[in-house]
């Protein structure tokens, strides 16, 4: 099935400090690519997302980049807060509607 | 969005029992999933639940592990059939609606067996 890189798996960055975690992929067929932020205990929520003919999408702090030719996308945070403190996964959808997720990035935002 | 239920939310099993898992979803959707996430990891398909017919499974899941119903374009059940410690995970429920990109994740389940 389709493989997707996720990087880096853990991420520690100062509170208002940028975050940024970049996915690579092999199937250039994929369409769509959302990220999920994940707390602990809870269910996964999509935060963004950005279909194939969007170069880059923003909404209030967080972006999201993706380079079609190259197979990345990234997810940009600017101003991290406490509260950003958490699991992001990256995904694709592939054939059949199916999402593939990256590995996940364990975020922390120390004060 | 979609409001998902799942039920049980947790549950603590014996080895060689099953446990069934129901995913209830507030309105009508084209596609359900479930997924298992083990601790610490992320989210692994397990199969595509197709209504009033055989769902269709991932590489490395099979039907006779992990039956799947979907009588309906609301609700979903998974069974995990004769456990192990291994099959200790949370297992989610994921909607898909026609006509948009956005998949929903329920709350989980999350199953320990000893």
């Known amino acids: 099935g389709e493989n997707v890189e996720q990087h880096p798996s853990t991420l520690s960055v100062q509170e208002g400090d940028s975050a940024v975690i970049k996915c690579t992929y092999s199937d250039s067929a994929s369409n769509y690519f959302p990220w999920y932020k994940q707390e602990l205990g809870k269910r996964p929520q999509l935060i963004i997302d950005i279909r194939s003919n969007v170069g880059e999408k923003k909404d209030q702090r967080i972006a999201v980049t993706l380079n079609k030719t190259a197979k990345h996308f990234s997810l940009h945070i600017t101003e991290t807060q406490p509260e950003d403190s958490a699991v992001y996964f990256c995904a694709l959808r592939g054939g059949g509607n199916k999402l593939t997720f990256g590995t996940g990035t364990q975020l922390k935002v120390e004060l | 969005s979609a409001v998902i239920s799942q039920k049980p939310s947790r549950d603590i099993c014996q080895r060689g029992t099953s446990l069934t898992i129901q995913c209830q979803v507030d309105?009508?959707?084209?596609?359900m999933f479930w997924y298992r996430q083990q601790p610490g990891q992320s989210l692994t398909l397990i199969a595509t639940?197709?209504?009033?017919?055989?769902?269709?499974?991932e590489s490395g899941f099979v039907i006779d592990k992990f039956p799947i119903s979907r009588p309906n374009l609301t609700f979903s059940t998974l069974t995990v059939s004769n456990m192990s410690p291994e099959d200790s995970s949370i297992y989610l429920c994921s909607v898909l609606r026609a006509g948009t990109d956005t998949q929903y994740f329920g709350p989980g389940t999350r199953l320990t067996v000893l």
């Open positions: 309105s009508q959707v084209t596609m």
């Open positions: 639940a197709n209504q009033g017919s055989e769902a269709t499974y």
